[in-house]
């Protein structure tokens, strides 16, 4: 069956998320967004981990459900679905390999609440676990997937936004160039990279030595109205085995949602603080520092896939499944009632539209665009319209800065 997953977010424990990542408020998100199953993040917490013993039990085999499901009223009646939690988490690696400090971000899918415990138990011989969702450990990455193999071996580990330059597996910064100087003889393992919200599928095709690795898409959500700004199209079996059957062999993924990449933070290259952005050519031409501080400049992205492609862009491997870019609803309506995102009236017209029409996926990716227009304004239609022919006007985000990506309205939508 077909079924869109989002399995890397976090909960309240983790550092700089919002306090209402708790178990309902992901479970009615999920629905709100459209999502079936939902990653549980920060499973190596015990406070967290606890809470999921506490109000998660069994669903399809190896996924989980929620004890008691909150009142009707949280979610309107036309978002309403059933919502699957998969065990998961992240882990920071921080670690010295080849002469270099490397820090690495990895994703962590688990079969059931005993191989969690494994996995908490060896990794608490390496460091704390308690002060922060997503724990940072001295630990080589590699040894890091023996120990997540161990604790089962039907765990998978996913390198996390893989690109991104401070903490991923091909980060500019402290990265590796391939799998397998980083996992070396465990690097058959690894199955998976998820892209990261800063590059695409199509950013990753360039690549011939990642033809064999599944592409996966997760939100990284650190609040829960966040959830789904990218996720997995699954046709798969649901429950945790058919999970790990697509991203092991690739088949099962049918696609991804993602962001339009220039959207995220990293994408181009840059100095923040300075207010400079640079593409790959022009950082190379000022030798890798500001042209207005001196500063070294922080490597982006599409400069990193540069580096490490081997085919020409537009390249596309023959077996690679499709994926959709697209800009959250709230954003498109606060472009199209040229107020901000996070404006009242912007939140008023979300929550109507989801009540009217269905989830966010659905009115994003399938709603008709007439439908669309009769159950809000002409305006918000057009600018749907021309997100999914791709027809989008961007500013690249650099340097921990996101960009922008938006939908002009022309005069003739404006009613
Ligand atoms: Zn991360
Ligand atoms: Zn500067």
């Not at 479970?27 to 406070?47: E, F, N, S």
């Not at 669903?59 to 009142?71: F, Q, S, V």
């Not at 490490?308 to 870019?325: C, H, I, K, T, V």
């Amino acid at each position: 069956m077909r079924f869109t997953a989002d399995l890397h977010i976090h909960s309240r424990f983790s550092r700089a998320t919002s306090r209402d990542l708790n178990l309902d408020q992901l479970w009615r998100w999920a629905q709100l967004k459209g999502i079936r199953v939902v990653g549980t993040g920060d499973c190596t917490h015990p406070g967290w981990l606890a809470e999921l013993e506490q109000e998660l039990v069994p669903a399809e085999n190896g996924l989980l459900r929620l004890r008691r499901e909150p009142p009707d009223g949280q979610v309107p009646d036309s978002c309403r679905a059933p919502v699957s939690f998969l065990l998961s988490g992240e882990i920071s690696c921080i670690y010295r390999k080849g002469g270099r400090t490397r820090k690495v971000h990895c994703l962590v899918l688990l079969p059931d609440f005993e191989a969690a415990h494994r996995l908490n138990l060896a990794l608490s011989r390496v460091g704390t676990l308690a002060s922060d969702g997503r724990p940072i450990l001295k630990l080589d990455a590699k040894d890091l997937l023996a120990m997540v193999l161990q604790a089962s071996p039907r765990a998978l580990l996913v390198p996390a936004h893989a690109w991104t330059p401070h903490f991923s597996i091909f980060g500019a910064c402290s990265g590796f160039e391939s799998l397998q100087e980083c996992f070396e003889e465990l690097a058959p393992e690894v199955h998976a990279i998820e892209t990261g919200l800063s590059s695409d599928p199509a950013m990753n095709w360039r690549l011939s030595v990642l033809d064999g690795i599944t592409l996966i898409s997760n939100s990284d959500a650190h609040s829960a109205s966040k959830l789904g700004r990218e996720a997995t199209l699954f046709d798969a079996e649901l429950c945790y085995q058919g999970i790990y059957q697509a991203i092991v062999g690739g088949k099962g993924v049918a696609g991804t949602i993602e962001f339009f990449p220039e959207q995220g933070k990293y994408h181009a290259d840059g100095h923040r603080c300075c207010g400079v952005r640079l593409s790959p050519e022009q950082t190379i031409a000022h030798g890798y520092r500001c042209p207005t501080c001196g500063g070294k400049l922080t490597v982006g992205v599409l400069h990193r896939v540069e580096l490490l492609a081997d085919r020409a862009a537009g390249a596309r491997p023959e077996q690679a499944p499709p994926f959709w870019s697209v800009i959250p609803l709230i954003d498109l309506i606060g472009g199209a009632l040229r107020v901000g995102s996070s404006s009242k009236k912007a939140e008023t017209l979300y929550f109507e539209l989801l009540e009217r029409l269905g989830n966010e996926f659905h009115i994003l990716l399938d709603a008709s665009l007439n439908e669309i227009a009769a159950r809000s304004t002409a305006t918000l239609a057009a600018g749907i319209g021309r997100m999914r022919a791709g027809e989008v006007e961007i500013e690249p985000g650099y340097d921990g800065k996101f960009g922008t990506v938006s939908v002009s309205a022309s005069e003739e939508d404006t009613t």
